[in-house]
């Protein structure tokens, strides 16, 4: 019995990791509430996201996140800063998205998430910092026609990330495996099957 | 000053109420965290909802809701039983959509959202009533392919209701004024300005 749950559990995640998308990610900056956390990284691993990106000044979060993902299949990698962050993304190619409220950015519809996108999201009160705006290629936004000021946090994140999982539902990407084979034995072997 | 501000509040709550969509909808069974049912109602707010529905067994969590909602601009019915509130709203010809986990569900993307429609979400735990996944018109459900086993509440709701946002806006359908005039005044007096 437990043996045969267990091949059941190593081909779900067989298959999960082949439709993993390593080009997707997210990056929190300082985003503090653990249910906001824990519902951003529940949404990254339902559209097959492989890992998360954050920064934070209090290393509390971390154990918050750490605790928050264990029932999900979602790698973490934490940076100093969000210029160290963005710097890691920018040499991997990915564009750049902020989600800020601001009249000037762009529609999130209108960016293309075939291409390798990070979406980095602000803080809860504060929002992104000025220097996740200055260095991001482009700020996005989500339509708003009602009276509240903003979307919460963990909601702003799904859309964007479903509009993407959307676009590349559409271009075929979820048929083709992304991930490396190396690091699908590795993510196997770390989850407990050698 | 107090005068001009009020004027420019005036001005945007007009403007809102012309875009509001009193035909799109979202009824909470049971859905106890204040969190989720405050993101829930922010994200109505900004796609147009005018009315959210609830079937609530503890009155307490009334409590919670109009507190969270006193930022936004939507108003909140409470109905006594899911039965009760799915027979309003087959009353005034809606399609019913139930978020539901199942194999059979359809594809939210699926449905035609622009068509009078009420959306019922379900309990963090245990989901939607049987009650309620039997007397809906459809089951629907986001795609995953994840380990997760499901989605934040607030955050299934955001997916499925800017999804209808999108078909609405593609529509035209926030150009033309929906609200009937009558309720626009007496939401305006309510709010404040006669
Ligand atoms: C509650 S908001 C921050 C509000 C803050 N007062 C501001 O002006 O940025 C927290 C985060 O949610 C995301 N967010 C919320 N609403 C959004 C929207 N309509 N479009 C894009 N991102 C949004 C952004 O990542 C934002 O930094
Ligand atoms: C956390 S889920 C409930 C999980 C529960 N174990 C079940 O099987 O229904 C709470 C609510 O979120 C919504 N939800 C979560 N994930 C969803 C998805 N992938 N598709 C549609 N609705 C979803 C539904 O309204 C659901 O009732």
Redesign the interface.
């Known amino acids: 019995m437990n043996q045969s749950m267990s091949m059941e559990r190593y081909t779900?995640?067989r298959q999960?990791l082949k439709?993993r998308q390593p080009d997707l990610t997210v990056c929190l900056e300082e985003v503090t509430?653990a249910?906001n956390v824990?519902?951003v990284i529940?949404?990254?691993?339902?559209?097959?996201v492989h890992k998360v990106h954050a920064v934070w000044n209090e290393p509390e979060n971390l154990r918050k996140c750490t605790a928050m993902g264990s029932?999900?299949?979602?790698k973490t990698q934490l940076h100093n800063t969000i210029q160290q962050a963005i710097g890691h993304f920018k040499e991997q190619g990915m564009q750049v998205l902020v989600t800020h409220l601001d009249d000037n950015a762009c529609d999130f519809?209108d960016i293309d998430y075939t291409k390798p996108t990070v979406v980095l999201l602000g803080q809860e009160k504060t929002g992104a910092t000025p220097d996740a705006i200055a260095l991001a290629d482009h700020s996005i936004i989500?339509?708003?026609?009602?009276?509240?000021q903003?979307?919460?946090v963990?909601?702003a994140a799904?859309?964007v990330m479903?509009e993407a999982?959307?676009q590349r539902q559409a271009a075929g990407m979820?048929e083709v495996q992304s991930l490396d084979e190396q690091e699908c034995q590795l993510t196997l072997f770390k989850g407990g099957f050698p």
Not at 42 to 48: E, L, M, Q, Y
Not at 71 to 74: F, G, I, P, S, Y
Not at 142 to 148: E, F, I, Q, S
């Open positions: 779900r995640i999960l439709m509430k249910h824990s519902a529940r949404t990254c691993d339902a559209v097959g029932d999900v299949w979602v519809r989500v339509p708003m026609v009602g009276m509240v903003s979307l919460n963990s909601v799904a859309i479903y999982q959307g979820y």
